[in-house]
Structure formats: C-alpha cells, structure tokens
DNA sequence: CCAAGGCCTGAATG
DNA sequence: ACATTCAGGCCTT
C-alpha cells in the first residue's frame, strides 16, 4: 500500500528543519508559531488552533519536483533512500529566530536554546492533556532584555533576535509579502536582519517562504558538492565567500532545477545519515 | 572585492 | 584535570 509519495515524517521532521519537536508515543509534537502540531506516523495533522496547515507541503507535485530534481546517480540514490522526505512549511518567524540561532552552533543546541526561549517568552498552553509552551510572538521579543535573551544559551546572537523581532513587528520584514515576490528579491529583505547571511536566508527561504529554489549551502553541502560534484562545481577554497556562494547558487539552479531545494534536503539528509550525526 | 579574526556555548577530543 | 577544537555563520576590520 506504501506508494512512493507516502510522507515519512519521522525523516522529515529529522532532517534538520525543524527544532522544537518531540516524539510522544505514537505521535510527533510540534511548536509552530502560535500553534501545536500533533501529527500521526502516517502524517495526518490535528492542530492546537485547530487550523488547516499544509506543513507537509502537499500542495507539491512530488512526481514531477523528483524528476526535475534527479539529475544524476547521487540524487537519484538520495531520493529513493529517503522518499518520504519533504520540505516542511512552517512559521516564518520561528524560522528566522530558529536559524539566527543556527549560526556557529549544532542542532542539539540549537534545540535547547530554542527551548529555552519558548518556556521563557512563550505562552504556557495545554494540548492533549500535555504542557507546551509557544513561540514568543515578536513583540515580546522585540521588548525582551538582551540579559534575558542571552540566558537562554544564544550568546552574542542575544542583540540580533531582539532586532530581528523588532524589523518584523514594525513590518520592515513582511512575511506575507516575502512569500509572493521572487526569490531574489526575498532573499535580499531578509539578508537585511542583523545575524542573516546567505545560509540562513536560504533556510527561512525554503523552509517557511515556499522559495523552492533556496539551496542553503552550510558546510555539509559544502562538502557533498566537493564530494560527488566536483565535476559541475568546482569549490577552490574552503570557506565561501559571498560572491562565491551567489555565483554557485546560479550553477546549482541551473543544474538541479526550480526544486533544487528539495535537492538539497535529500543530499543532506543522506550525507548526515552516512556519518550517523544526531538529529533531534 | 577578499582574507583573517572574533564571537557565546557546550560537547568532544587531546 | 585542563586546554583546545569544533559545530549546520555572520560581521567587522
């Protein structure tokens, strides 16, 4: 009965895009903005609002996004290995404090300030008889002190939340508007947050923006592309700088397509899995 | 434009 | 033990 667009969400949300996600029994429990997701193994979602989210994307054509996307023997093994895989939808705000917070650090920790964050500036609520905090909203961050900030393990990226949450209440960063203009012109706005370069952009991009093209190069694609495209990508120094990392985001998308996000998602999940890193 | 160095933090390594 | 390195970068000089 299990078809080859079967969602695996266990995968999905261990892949490194999401962070405030808990397995309880037999479902997974997600903070999503001001809601909570409880999703089922087979990926049916009952949310804490009690709002419809397409936080599995499902809106995607996955036929046709995987074979856009399968150029070559390493995609085409990534995306088999990993099917079930699929770019998450998700608050735009917790995305851009989650991956500020990314910057220089790990997913373990990354989790743990993120929770830190949650129980300290959150609103404590009760889903299916279980105690959750949600994701602060902007305006309470964008008061917070930097000490109180910088108590939940973030260190120096203590200021750039705070200004961060500060951009978006006052609509300098229109989440609503990002999501229907063109990549470049998002990724411009959004690099404009203190804390976010290139990497990040591409995350809160693709993660949260519905910017399928994003292809965060962090490095562990860095590696994967040295690795098995040297070929099509040739990467002379280690550390990439700006310019470096446009001009191979132009190859990338001429290579792997308008998905080439979805591309990346398979590529790191196999190269994380091959080296056995921890997720959440 | 590019390269180098600093930065919070905590776990891993020597 | 204690020092150093490293981890899913960004910013300033």
Redesign the pocket.
């Known amino acids: 009965m299990q078809d080859n667009f079967t969602i695996d969400v266990e995968n999905s949300i261990n892949?490194?895009?999401v962070?405030l996600w808990e397995k309880n029994e037999d479902y997974w429990y997600g903070i999503n903005g001001q809601d909570i997701l409880r999703v089922s193994s087979s990926g049916k979602i009952k949310t804490f609002l009690n709002i419809k989210t397409d936080f599995f994307r499902e809106k995607d054509n996955l036929e046709k996004i995987i074979r856009s996307i399968s150029k070559d023997k390493i995609t085409k093994i990534a995306v088999e290995q990993y099917s079930g895989l699929r770019i998450l939808e998700q608050d735009p705000f917790q995305c851009l404090i989650?991956?500020?917070v990314?910057?220089?650090?790990?997913?373990?920790?990354?989790k743990?300030s993120l929770e830190k964050i949650s129980k300290e500036f959150g609103t404590r609520v009760e889903f299916q008889n279980k105690e959750f905090f949600l994701f602060p909203k902007p305006e309470i961050l964008a008061e917070a002190s930097i000490d109180k900030i910088?108590?939940c393990?973030?260190?120096?990226?203590a200021q750039?939340i705070k200004d961060a949450a500060e951009m978006v209440l006052l609509k300098k960063i229109d989440f609503e508007y990002l999501k229907k203009c063109e990549y470049k012109i998002a990724k411009e706005k959004i690099?404009s947050?203190?804390?976010?370069?290139?990497?990040?952009?591409d995350?809160v991009l693709l993660f949260s923006l519905n910017k399928l093209e994003a292809f965060?190069l962090?490095?562990?694609m860095i590696r994967i592309l040295g690795k098995y495209y040297s070929d099509k990508f040739q990467l002379?120094?280690k550390?990439i700088?700006?310019?470096?990392?446009i001009i191979l985001h132009e190859k990338i998308v001429s290579y792997f397509g308008p998905f080439a996000g979805y591309a990346q998602q398979f590529l790191f999940k196999m190269e994380?899995e091959n080296y056995q890193?921890k997720?959440l």
């Open positions: 892949s490194g895009q962070f989650s991956f500020i990314s910057a220089n650090s790990n997913i373990q920790k990354i743990s910088k108590h393990g973030v260190g120096y990226r750039f690099c947050v203190p804390g976010v370069g290139n990497k990040v952009a995350c965060p962090d490095r562990w002379e120094t550390t700088t700006e310019k470096q990392y994380r890193k997720w």
